[in-house]
């Protein structure tokens, strides 16, 4: 059924054949031991149904396509073969064969009905193509744009069947290019007025499943029961953007796998089409796996900080099957008590905008970077008994945080937290200075209280958010903080961030995309504030070859990074690397001037060479940096730095 004019082909020539049964002369020979009787042609002709000559072009063409010249002795097969070659140029949509006696043997006269001049090609069920089709390079090429390109050059000559269907194909190819694996041209209608209709299979979605897989990658059981899954499934279909009524098309679909995948609660996401109940449309089945959503573990140790501790940590990423992720960690120290308990919505139910939604309570306490006691510190500007250690922050609090996409790569999130900071010594003494008497804290008491709410905004114009070769990111982020409890204070914090890629060719250990990477970021804080909220530089994420903090803190802050990533082979790329960070000379602005104090320099130079090996994790970052002063150091992250 690919095409009525194919199928009226074969028709009119069986119809055509009886008409040698018109009255002919008596048989002259018998040829090739046929039994079938046999004519001597003395004239051939080609005409149209009122008996005239045809066009010159087309005259010429049915001729060359005749296997029969004057003078041939034919039997009825062979005249059925010179019939069907007619038919074979493409160009007539009725051909009979009619023998005429003459005195001096058979006149044979075709008459062939040609195909009229194509005029317009009209589309049925074309949804995508009549809204055009964006290709690789994002230019929409309209209905009419793509019809005249293929089958322009055949407007108002002759139908010709054979230049048809290659055009018909080079459709369908073109379909199949842009990502539409399923669209066909189901069938070709022609009027008599020129107007070729096709009618076009794109591939409809009728319907969109879910099933689950067991371990053999099976959806049924030995009883032939459908595999239950835990996670609810409009968990996964409001992750896909192709929906019942759009048509498939390959890289929407792979973009929703990947999607559904990145949610992180499936080992393995596949698809799979069966027909719909209408034929011309496909269901599509979403497969899926899932994983190990879902750990407990208990610790136990002695430390210098804690003394004799236990620990207990839990963490579940699908609650409920909702993709909602919970987790709870407590450490029980002799001297102290830390936990974090977090619950994150990745996607509000019930809300168009994907809103997410995140809460945290928390007891933390950790290093301060600020105040930490690199060689170039003075003797006795530590804490403690010796005056030689760190001092640590403790922080208590709670937050809570929404971001939403807002389309085209932009995203925005808000966010208000309150926490409590106590500055103390390794053993849990609050210490309101350091063993010089700098401030560690805004009250001088070395306790305070913070309320802090934050906006981010973000524009992402990467080709690849896991390993960009062209595009930019945008980050600019604003916290407005009042510091209450004693002397009171309101400072923003304003910080932006941005990075860009150019795609290169330099080395070639291996094909694979290469690009340059740069990046520069900045900040600075209007207002007092606290001292172990100034910006510190140096570390994995800062300024490698550096330990974390050591280049200084300051009001304000610069950095820029450059890299070039490359290839080594299929799991490993390699990177090249150089940074610099500064503080702007504003080190001495910050309250107690830490970093001066302990006689950071306030900016620095790194460079070096990493690895980034693929791992389910993603990206694993190895990094080995040289700072300027001549100090080495290996980090390791997850992703790239920017």
Same mark, same amino acid.
């Given at each position: 059924?690919?095409?009525?004019?194919?199928?009226?082909?074969?028709?009119?020539?069986?119809?055509?054949?009886?008409?040698?049964?018109?009255?002919?002369?008596?048989?002259?020979?018998?040829?090739?031991?046929?039994?079938?009787?046999?004519?001597?042609?003395?004239?051939?002709?080609?005409?149209?149904?009122?008996?005239?000559?045809?066009?010159?072009?087309?005259?010429?063409?049915?001729?060359?396509?005749?296997?029969?010249?004057?003078?041939?002795?034919?039997?009825?097969?062979?005249?059925?073969?010179?019939?069907?070659?007619? /038919?074979?140029?493409?160009?007539?949509?009725?051909?009979?064969?009619?023998?005429? @006696?003459?005195?001096? +043997?058979?006149?044979?006269?075709?008459?062939?009905?040609?195909?009229?001049?194509?005029?317009?090609?009209?589309?049925? @069920?074309?949804?995508?193509?009549?809204?055009?089709?964006k290709d690789s390079k994002g230019q929409v090429e309209t209905k009419d744009q793509v019809i005249q390109r293929l089958f322009g050059e055949q407007f108002n000559k002759t139908i010709n069947l054979l230049t048809l269907q290659e055009s018909v194909k080079a459709l369908e190819k073109f379909y199949q290019d842009n990502g539409y694996v399923l669209a066909q041209?189901?069938?070709?209608?022609?009027?008599?007025?020129?107007?070729?209709?096709?009618?076009?299979?794109?591939?409809?979605?009728?319907?969109?499943?879910?099933?689950?897989?067991?371990?053999?990658?099976?959806?049924?059981?030995?009883?032939?029961?459908?595999?239950?899954?835990?996670?609810?499934? *409009?968990?996964?279909?409001?992750?896909?953007?192709?929906?019942?009524?759009?048509?498939?098309?390959?890289?929407?679909?792979?973009?929703?796998?990947? &999607?559904?995948?990145?949610?992180?609660?499936?080992?393995?996401?596949?698809?799979?089409?069966?027909?719909?109940?209408?034929?011309?449309?496909?269901?599509?089945?979403?497969?899926?796996?899932?994983?190990?959503?879902?750990?407990?573990?208990?610790?136990?140790?002695?430390?210098?900080?804690?003394?004799?501790?236990?620990?207990?940590?839990?963490?579940?990423? @699908?609650?409920?099957?909702?993709?909602?992720?919970?987790?709870?960690?407590?450490?029980?120290?002799? &001297?102290?008590?830390?936990?974090?308990?977090?619950?994150?919505?990745?996607?509000?139910? +019930?809300?168009?905008?994907?809103?997410?939604?995140?809460?945290?309570?928390?007891?933390?306490?950790?290093?301060?970077?600020?105040?930490?006691?690199?060689?170039?510190?003075?003797?006795?500007?530590?804490?403690?008994?010796?005056?030689e250690e760190t001092p640590r922050e403790n922080r208590l609090g709670a937050g809570i945080s929404f971001s939403r996409p807002l389309g085209n790569g932009n995203s925005a999130s808000l966010g208000l937290r309150f926490e409590q900071v106590r500055i103390s010594d390794v053993s849990g003494g609050t210490v309101a200075t350091d063993g010089l008497g700098n401030?560690?804290? *805004?009250?001088?008491?070395?306790e305070d209280s913070l309320a802090v709410a934050q906006f981010a905004y973000a524009t992402d114009r990467r080709n690849d958010p896991l390993q960009p070769t062209t595009g930019s990111l945008f980050r600019v982020a604003t916290e407005q903080a009042f510091v209450f409890g004693g002397d009171s204070s309101l400072f923003n914090r304003l910080r932006a961030n941005?990075? /860009?890629?150019?795609?290169?060719?330099?080395?070639?250990?291996?094909?694979?995309?290469?690009?340059?990477?740069?990046?520069?970021?900045?900040?600075?804080?209007?207002?007092?504030?606290?001292?172990?909220?100034?910006?510190?530089?140096?570390?994995?994420?800062?300024?490698?070859?550096?330990?974390?903090?050591?280049?200084?803190?300051?009001?304000? *802050?610069?950095?820029?990074?450059?890299?070039?990533?490359?290839?080594?082979?299929?799991?490993?790329?390699? %990177?090249?690397?150089?940074?610099?960070?500064?503080?702007?000379?504003?080190?001495?602005?910050?309250?107690?001037?830490?970093? %001066?104090?302990?006689?950071?320099?306030?900016?620095?130079?790194?460079?070096?060479?990493?690895?980034?090996?693929?791992?389910?994790?993603?990206?694993?970052?190895?990094?080995?940096?040289?700072?300027?002063?001549? @100090?080495?150091?290996?980090?390791?992250?997850?992703?790239?730095?920017?």
């Amino acid at each position: 059924m690919r095409s009525i004019l194919w199928l009226s082909q074969l028709s009119i020539v069986l119809w055509a054949i009886p008409c040698l049964a018109s009255p002919m002369p008596q048989p002259v020979a018998q040829t090739n031991g046929s039994s079938e009787p046999t004519l001597q042609v003395v004239e051939v002709l080609v005409v149209d149904p009122e008996g005239k000559s045809l066009p010159p072009d087309l005259e010429k063409t049915a001729y060359d396509a005749l296997p029969i010249r004057p003078g041939a002795i034919v039997n009825r097969s062979e005249v059925e073969a010179a019939t069907n070659a007619l /038919f074979a140029t493409g160009f007539f949509v009725n051909v009979q064969a009619q023998p005429e @006696n003459t005195p001096l +043997g058979i006149r044979l006269r075709f008459i062939a009905q040609s195909n009229p001049p194509l005029k317009a090609i009209v589309t049925e @069920n074309s949804q995508v193509l009549d809204q055009g089709i964006k290709d690789s390079k994002g230019q929409v090429e309209t209905k009419d744009q793509v019809i005249q390109r293929l089958f322009g050059e055949q407007f108002n000559k002759t139908i010709n069947l054979l230049t048809l269907q290659e055009s018909v194909k080079a459709l369908e190819k073109f379909y199949q290019d842009n990502g539409y694996v399923l669209a066909q041209v189901a069938d070709i209608q022609s009027s008599p007025d020129g107007t070729v209709t096709l009618v076009i299979a794109e591939g409809v979605i009728e319907n969109i499943k879910v099933s689950f897989l067991n371990e053999e990658g099976k959806t049924e059981d030995k009883d032939g029961k459908p595999i239950p899954g835990r996670t609810r499934e *409009f968990i996964i279909t409001r992750e896909l953007t192709t929906k019942p009524g759009t048509v498939l098309n390959r890289d929407t679909i792979q973009s929703d796998l990947q &999607r559904v995948f990145g949610l992180g609660i499936f080992e393995d996401v596949n698809v799979s089409l069966n027909p719909g109940e209408d034929t011309k449309q496909v269901v599509v089945t979403i497969n899926v796996k899932e994983r190990s959503t879902g750990s407990i573990s208990l610790a136990a140790g002695l430390s210098s900080a804690s003394g004799l501790f236990g620990g207990f940590s839990f963490q579940q990423t @699908n609650l409920g099957g909702n993709n909602q992720k919970v987790g709870f960690d407590v450490q029980v120290g002799e &001297r102290e008590l830390l936990f974090d308990l977090n619950f994150t919505d990745p996607w509000l139910a +019930g809300d168009p905008f994907k809103t997410s939604f995140t809460a945290n309570v928390f007891s933390r306490r950790l290093f301060s970077y600020i105040f930490d006691t690199p060689p170039t510190a003075p003797a006795g500007i530590g804490v403690g008994e010796s005056k030689e250690e760190t001092p640590r922050e403790n922080r208590l609090g709670a937050g809570i945080s929404f971001s939403r996409p807002l389309g085209n790569g932009n995203s925005a999130s808000l966010g208000l937290r309150f926490e409590q900071v106590r500055i103390s010594d390794v053993s849990g003494g609050t210490v309101a200075t350091d063993g010089l008497g700098n401030p560690l804290s *805004f009250s001088g008491n070395g306790e305070d209280s913070l309320a802090v709410a934050q906006f981010a905004y973000a524009t992402d114009r990467r080709n690849d958010p896991l390993q960009p070769t062209t595009g930019s990111l945008f980050r600019v982020a604003t916290e407005q903080a009042f510091v209450f409890g004693g002397d009171s204070s309101l400072f923003n914090r304003l910080r932006a961030n941005y990075s /860009f890629y150019v795609p290169v060719q330099l080395l070639n250990f291996t094909p694979g995309p290469q690009a340059l990477a740069f990046n520069i970021q900045g900040g600075t804080i209007l207002g007092d504030f606290p001292p172990y909220e100034a910006f510190r530089i140096g570390g994995t994420n800062s300024v490698r070859g550096y330990d974390e903090g050591r280049i200084g803190s300051g009001k304000s *802050f610069a950095i820029l990074s450059a890299e070039y990533r490359f290839p080594i082979f299929s799991i490993l790329n390699g %990177v090249f690397f150089a940074d610099y960070g500064t503080d702007l000379g504003t080190g001495n602005q910050v309250l107690g001037s830490p970093a %001066v104090a302990r006689g950071k320099p306030g900016s620095g130079l790194g460079y070096g060479a990493g690895v980034r090996i693929r791992s389910p994790l993603g990206s694993i970052r190895v990094d080995y940096g040289i700072a300027e002063d001549g @100090n080495t150091q290996f980090s390791f992250g997850i992703g790239e730095k920017f």
